[in-house]
DNA sequence: GATGAATGAGGATTCATTCAT
DNA sequence: GATGAATGAATCCTCATTCAT
């Protein structure tokens, strides 16, 4: 079910994905869905985004965690954004893209645990900088470069594209440390491989892509 | 009446955008709207991401137009879509997400215009590739990082931010050569400055942002 | 505009037309038609409802009083009907069929002056009955009989088709002086030719039919 | 529901009819007529037209085989779509004059439908008249006569009318066969009483009516 | 005389949601 | 646990009509 509302709103889009058809793409009736998600479809997609932003925050802990060298940090945290992006693609874009969709009370909540996520990347990108391991004029633009560059991946990558998980990474990761200015050589250590969120639907159909 | 419509489709998106609320945004009747958008809703929708689109390739195309060196080619296609994107971010915002809101028609030729646009990029990117110019592993995903690292200017770019158009301009070309490879010290000349759409809504407010 | 209103509303019925489908037709803005007929679509229907009637009372008196003898009274208003109905099929279809879509007010109008009409043929057969010169069990559904397989002319009569005007008359005159029980030999002395009413449409285009 | 759409059609027509008002006829919000319905207005139009024309077909078939004598045959016929008409005049006069109203398709297979009934009578006049039994001069006309005149039944039929179904019957078989130019004395054995249809409204009230 | 602009009311239809079964 | 029936509110859109130009 839940699979079948992250496919549906990562097609259609939130607000354009009726409930009934919700219920037919997950084979039950509509009136069904309210036993498991008694708040409707908005239910749906907080639990979609929570998934998705936990596992992007406890992903992005452990990379930061993984070593104290700012570029190594970096090449982590990225590594991680693009390999869940890659592994997860129709959970990070609706997460990317439908926060606007949420009441008040949710999106708050929400948009606190993403702006969480996020401090991740400028708090490694300010240290660097302080170290001098990166060289960029401003931290902030930094930061929002990388992260939409790295956001990018969930709208375009095809698990059947060119590129394999692992290509993405290696190629966004070089991309980031570019950005940041960072000296290359600091390739980032090896990483726990992107885990598949149990929301993610199996069967990646999605219209256009060109990976 | 279309600077309503652009407004109101980049904060809550289209399909959550009532017809009735276009009109009260526009002042004006709902029926009313039905005279000069015969095609309702969609036809708002088209309207603004062609123009956007339009802009875009021309003014992506004198960018291409105006030096031969790839580094410069590539920072002054950069300056030109994150300037547009800075200077009518509610626009550009659309004209990036809606796309699946489009019926199949109207998707294809837009489709189609941005594919046009974007190949600019590609084309670019290839020839700085076999001239030496840019150091790059992966050109496709190159292209692909660099066009969504720009295109994130319009979620987050505000008028009234910590950084001037020109500053987003500067650094983002910055980033980009950076991602490119490009050996630095080529700035891309002068470029007339961004052309604000007409259809872009005076008074931008919007909720969130952060520049 | 008469005519317009006439091919539209015998097409698709007078609820089903709609006032800017008129304007279009007839070749102008559907405000003007408020200048000519300041009471809008209903003005029109009884425009032509009435036409059509004051024609077949205006001749149904003639044919009854061109002769005193029933069987031939009765072949001159059949005549007379169908004669009309096959020149004007589009004016007598609406006549026949939008009664319904009549305000209260003009309904009782229009139905009255029908109603006088119809019992032009009441008193013929019942004089004719009377007098011997017809033998029916029940005049009351005898005249509802004629008048009703009269009235079908105009639903299937074609200017083209395989009969003529006149043949058609003939025909049905025979068919109801047959219904009527009257005895051979009492053909109606020829009568003026129906007249083509002006709000007629020239070009009768309608989609099925059988003569 | 059924009824209730047969009721009103009848009386203001399909497309002065809306569905609002079916709802409020039906006791039901007009919501819940798109769950028995989905195909919305046009749906319970086809139904009720269907309905109505197997119905003729099947009576007018057995009607046809109940007998070898042509004269018989017609009067069976004639008896059969009086019936139906006397005893279902609400659904006999909608399937009468709604065939405009109708989506091309399912136009398409509706007048497929009547057109295989009318030939009905066509095929017996037909062979009445290469047998001797009738005389007249245009089999296509009389065809067309009888059938609209039959057809009228449901426009002026009134349950507490002056004349019963039986009378109307057997009045309108001798005009039919008058019509037909038959030899008296080929009354049509008994035939099964006409169905009363369970989408005919119970109690039949229409405004006007001479019955 | 003619029309484009404008609108309130209403058109059919779909919505998310509840509830008895 | 699951669902068909039911509905009020909302959807987009078209209607007939008015009026300033």
């Known amino acids: 079910m839940q699979r079948a509302a992250v496919r549906l709103f990562a097609r259609k889009g939130f607000a354009a994905t ?8 997950a084979g039950i009736n509509s009136a069904t869905l309210y036993h498991y998600a008694g708040g409707g479809k908005e239910e749906l997609l907080v639990t979609i985004m929570r998934t998705c932003l936990d596992e992007l925050l406890r992903a992005g802990r452990a990379a930061v965690a993984s070593t104290d060298d700012p570029a190594r940090q970096l090449g982590a945290l990225i590594a991680s954004h693009v390999g869940i992006s890659a592994v997860n693609p129709l ?9 606007r969709s949420l009441s008040p009370e949710n999106r708050r909540s929400l948009v606190a645990l993403r702006d969480d996520y996020e401090s991740l990347f400028g708090a490694v990108l300010e240290r660097g900088v302080r170290t001098g391991a990166f060289h960029v004029t401003d931290v902030h633009l930094a930061r929002l470069a990388i992260l939409e560059m790295c956001n990018g991946v969930a709208h375009w990558f095809r698990p059947d594209g060119r590129s394999s998980v692992a290509d993405v990474q290696a190629r966004f990761v070089e991309f980031g440390c570019r950005v940041a200015g960072a000296v290359p050589g600091h390739e980032p250590r090896a990483l726990p491989p992107p885990i598949r969120l149990d929301i993610e639907p199996a069967d990646t159909d999605r219209e256009e892509a060109t990976a």
């Open 18 to 25: 009726g409930i009934r058809e919700l219920g037919t793409a």
């Open 91 to 99: 959970t990070a874009q609706v997460t990317d893209q439908e926060m």
